[in-house]
């Protein structure tokens, strides 16, 4: 099970990464231009193989990743259009004991 939640960035970073993108096309000579930077967080839920997570259990980890007053960009699916790989991938892993 997945769940994500954007932006995976603060605005600081992505405007850092926006102008190093513009450094790096400058100092190698490229006719380049970054149009879109679109970052999010990948929670991926795992639980042991007999013990499914119970309606409540989901509740739960939706209140504890989401943003309390942005619900709207928290879903179980990508908010992103990937084309081909991503570059860097991290996933924040949590297990339920129970």
């Known amino acids: 099970m997945r769940f994500y939640r954007t932006p995976g960035l603060h605005p600081a970073q992505h405007l850092y990464i926006r102008q ?3 450094e790096y096309v400058q ?14 967080y990948c929670f991926h839920i795992d639980s042991e193989k007999d013990v499914p997570l119970s309606e409540r259990d989901i509740q739960i980890l939706r209140w504890l990743l ?6 709207q960009h928290f879903a ?3 908010f992103l259009q990937v084309r081909g790989y ?4 991290s996933a924040t892993h949590f297990q339920i004991l129970g």
């Open 27 to 40: 100092s190698e000579g490229l006719n380049a231009t970054l149009i879109n930077l679109q970052t999010e």
């Open 66 to 71: 989401s943003e309390t007053f942005e619900q």
């Open 20 to 22: 190093k993108f513009a």
């Open 76 to 78: 179980p699916t990508s």
């Open 86 to 89: 991503p570059y860097n991938f």
